[in-house]
C-alpha cells in the first residue's frame, strides 16, 4: 500500500514510523528536510508549497493509495478535499470537517445546536466597541481565545496569563486589531478549573475508535510557568488511562466526540481521520476545551509508539469508511515524551542551531528518538522555530519510562532545552492533588 504523508515535525515522524512498521511504502512531503521521516521514506518531496504535492509524479499517476496529513495548515487549505478530486482517499478531514479546529467558533456553535455534552459559556466578538459594551456586565474569569489557529499560542486565561479584566479585554481588543489566529474574530469564554487530557479518537465518520488517554505540558517552563506551546512533552499510562480520570469520565470524553462526529454528519459533513479532543475535567464533569482535527504533537508520539495494531488497516478504514475496531491495539506500557526544544521556544527560538545527535548512544540506553522541525544540510542537523527532538522512553512502569527518556536526553546536545519535570512522580502526584483539591470544592 502506498501511502502519501504530509509534514515534517515529530508527530509525522511517528506516523511515518507506523506505516512502515505496518508494511505501507511511504511518499512524505515536507517543508524542511526531517531526516527521520527521509530515512523511512521511499521518496520524499521537499517544497514550501503545498500545491506541488498534487504535482509530484506519485500523486499525478494515482500511485497513492491514501494520504494522511498530519499538521493543522495543510487541512484548512482544503489539501484533502484536492486530493480526493483526483481520486486519492484520505485518512484526515477535508477542509469542512475541520473546520472543528479551524474555527473555535465553528466548534462551539455545533455543540450548542446538538446539545453536546462539555460545553462551555462562549461569546464570539469580531468588533472592539461589543466587547467593551459586554464585559461591562460580566465579572466571572475568563478566557480569551482568537478564533482561527495561532499553533496553540493565542490562547490567554485570567490568573495565569493576566490578572484583571482590563488587561483581558485589552488583549481582546488586541486580538482584533492585530488579526491574531487569521483574523476571524475573539471568543470570550468562561474559565475552567481542572486538569487537562488529551483523547484521539480514530473515525471513518460513523465509527469511532479511543487511542490510550495522554497528558500533555503546554507550558514552556518547569511547574507549568511560562507561555504556551505547542506542548512541551507528554506520557501516557500502562492502563491507557490517566491517574486522575475516573472511567465515567473516559467513557463521558468519547461519547463527546462520537456526539462531536454524528453531528457534523448531521450537517452533511463526513469527519474522517484521527479526532482529537482537549479536555479539562471539572469539578462539574469533563468540559471541552478545543477540538483538533488531527493527531496531537507530542501526544501522536506517546500512542503510535505503543500501537502494535494494523495501522494501514486502520488507515483504509478511516479513509473509505469502514473502519473496524479489530485494527486497533496498543501494548500496555507507559510511554514518556520529553521534547528537546529550542533555548528560547515560546518566544523567541533560537533557530539556525547546529545540534549534534548520539542516535546510537540513545538506542543503547533504550530510548526512541522521533525528529521534530530539523533541516539536515550536508550531513548536519539544524534547530528551526519550532520543537526540535522527541525522545521517548517506554516500559510498563511510568516512572521508569520517565528515567528512560531523561536519561536519553544527554545524547543530544546544541542550543536546546527541556522540561525534567514531565513524567515525574512529584509531578503526577501534585496533579492528582490538585484534582481531588477541585472536586472537593463546594
Ligand atoms: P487551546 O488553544 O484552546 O487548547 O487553549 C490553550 C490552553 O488555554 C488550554 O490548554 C488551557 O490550558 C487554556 N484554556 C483554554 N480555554 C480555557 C477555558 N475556557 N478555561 C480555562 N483554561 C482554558
Ligand atoms: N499538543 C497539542 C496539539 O497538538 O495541539
Same mark, same amino acid.
Given at each position: ?6 509534514? $515534517? ?6 506516523? #511515518? ?18 531526516? $527521520? ?20 509524479? !506519485? ?6 493509495? %491514501? ?5 493543522? #495548515? ?49 461569546? !464570539? ?96 517552563? @518547569? ?55 482537549? %479536555? ?14 488531527? %493527531? $496531537? ?10 500501537? @502494535?495494531?494494523? %495501522? ?69 542537523? !539544524? ?17 521508569? #519510562? ?41
Amino acid at each position: 500500500m502506498n501511502i502519501l504523508l504530509i509534514g $515534517g515535525g515529530g508527530r509525522e515522524h511517528a506516523i #511515518a514510523s507506523a506505516v512502515k512498521r505496518s508494511g505501507g511504502n511511504l511518499y512524505s512531503y515536507m517543508e524542511n528536510r526531517n531526516p $527521520g521521516i527521509i530515512r523511512l521514506s521511499d521518496d520524499f518531496l521537499i517544497s514550501s508549497n503545498l500545491n506541488d504535492v498534487l504535482k509530484w509524479k !506519485y500523486v499525478a499517476d494515482g500511485k497513492i493509495d %491514501f494520504a494522511i496529513v498530519g499538521p493543522e #495548515a495543510p487541512l484548512e487549505q482544503g489539501i484533502v478535499n484536492s486530493l480526493e478530486n483526483i481520486g486519492i482517499l484520505s485518512a484526515s478531514p477535508s477542509k469542512e470537517a475541520a473546520q472543528i479546529e479551524t474555527s473555535k467558533k465553528f466548534m462551539r456553535n455545533l455543540m450548542e445546536k446538538y446539545s453536546i455534552p462539555g460545553n462551555v459559556e462562549s461569546h !464570539y466578538f469580531s468588533d472592539e466597541e461589543e466587547i467593551i459594551r459586554f464585559m461591562k456586565d460580566f465579572d466571572r474569569p475568563f478566557a480569551v481565545k482568537p478564533v482561527g489557529l495561532t499553533g496553540g499560542k493565542g490562547v490567554r486565561v485570567q490568573g495565569d496569563h493576566f490578572q484583571s479584566k482590563e488587561e483581558g479585554i485589552r488583549y481582546a481588543i488586541e486580538v482584533i486589531r492585530s488579526g491574531i489566529g487569521e483574523g476571524k474574530g475573539v471568543l470570550i469564554e468562561e474559565r475552567m478549573l481542572g486538569e487537562e487530557y488529551t483523547l484521539q479518537a480514530f473515525t471513518d465518520g460513523n465509527n469511532l475508535i479511543p487511542m490510550p488517554l495522554v497528558q500533555d505540558f503546554k507550558r514552556a517552563l @518547569e511547574d507549568d510557568k511560562g507561555p504556551n506551546t505547542g506542548g512541551m512533552g507528554s506520557y501516557s499510562m500502562a492502563d491507557h488511562r490517566l491517574p486522575f480520570i475516573d472511567e465515567q469520565s473516559f467513557e463521558k470524553s468519547v461519547e463527546i466526540l462520537r456526539m462531536i462526529v454524528h453531528s457534523l454528519k448531521r450537517e452533511g459533513i463526513t469527519y474522517k481521520g484521527t479526532i482529537y479532543g482537549q %479536555f479539562m475535567l471539572t469539578k462539574y464533569g469533563p468540559k471541552v476545551i478545543e477540538i483538533n482535527a488531527r %493527531f $496531537g504533537d507530542p501526544e501522536a508520539i506517546n500512542v503510535l509508539t505503543i500501537f @502494535e495494531g494494523d %495501522f494501514l488497516k486502520i488507515i483504509e478504514g478511516m479513509a473509505t469508511g469502514n473502519l473496524s475496531v479489530k485494527y486497533s491495539r496498543f501494548s500496555n506500557d507507559s510511554t514518556v515524551v520529553k521534547y528537546l526544544v529550542p533555548e528560547g521556544y515560546g518566544t523567541n527560538p533560537a533557530h539556525g542551531m547546529e545540534i549534534v545527535v548520539d542516535e546510537s548512544g540513545i538506542e543503547r540506553s533504550g530510548a526512541i528518538i522521533y525528529f521534530g522541525s530539523v533541516n539536515e544540510r550536508n550531513g548536519k542537523y !539544524y534547530t528551526t522555530h519550532s520543537r526540535t527532538i522527541a525522545i521517548v522512553g517506554r516500559h510498563m512502569d511510568l516512572y521508569t #519510562a520517565e528515567e528512560i527518556a531523561e536519561n536519553a536526553t544527554k545524547f543530544v546536545t546544541g542550543r536546546l532545552y527541556h522540561r525534567r519535570d514531565i513524567g515525574k512522580r512529584e509531578t503526577i502526584e501534585k496533579k492528582v492533588r490538585r484534582m481531588e483539591e477541585i472536586l472537593k470544592d463546594p
